[in-house]
């Protein structure tokens, strides 16, 4: 989809390159998703954010009618059947709920609250895709023990920046626990 600068708040006239900028972030050796294997690979974790709804799946413009990307469903349930943890913040969650039926995810409140949750709609979005949303605060992670997989809301909230990170650690604290490493 379109490349939105976000000090200004609009869509920017740029074309997106996804591995191009996915370079650029992490400053280092990165690969094509297509190459990602669950037997490479101790656990998966997926960050979440706008790229996650515009460009890993159609969720920002279909809602729960949503597809995934075809590299993305494939991933999920390779490490799923491997029985390999899945970690995935923000509105990242909706694609386990897309590719997972029936995966208990978070991605943090079910009402506004006056703000502080913005994105709360989404909650609906993952049970009508046949997941089960819990509620959870900005803070923690939820644990599918059943699917292995753990979710936490943080910039679903509208909070402080160290709330976020105490929920992110919870998640990568989880997922690593489960590797059993």
């Keep these: 989809m379109h490349v939105v600068d976000h000090v200004k708040g609009e869509p920017a006239g740029d074309s997106r390159n996804v591995l191009a900028e996915s370079a650029r972030i992490a400053r280092g050796k990165i690969m094509d998703l297509a190459q990602l294997n669950a037997q490479d690979h101790d656990a998966v974790i997926f960050p979440g954010g706008f790229g996650v709804a515009k460009n890993l799946s159609t969720f920002a413009k279909d809602g729960k009618d949503c597809k995934v990307i075809p590299d993305i469903e494939r991933v999920l349930n390779e490490f ?5 943890p899945i970690g995935l913040c923000c ?8 590719v997972l039926p029936g995966v ?78």
């Excluded at 799923?80 to 390999?84: Q, S």
């Excluded at 993952?126 to 943080?154: E, L």
């Design 91 to 98: 509105i990242a969650p909706v694609l386990a709920a897309k």
């Design 80 to 84: 799923h059947k491997a029985r390999k």
């Design 104 to 181: 208990e995810v978070t991605v943090g409140h079910e009402d506004e609250e006056g703000g502080k949750w913005p994105y709360a709609g989404t909650a609906a979005a993952i049970n009508a895709m046949g997941g089960k949303h819990t509620v959870h605060d900005v803070n923690s992670a939820h644990v599918d023990h059943q699917n292995w997989v753990v979710t936490t809301p943080a910039f679903m909230c509208e909070t402080k920046l160290h709330h976020i990170f105490d929920g992110i650690g919870e998640m990568v604290q989880q997922v690593l626990k489960l590797t059993g490493k």
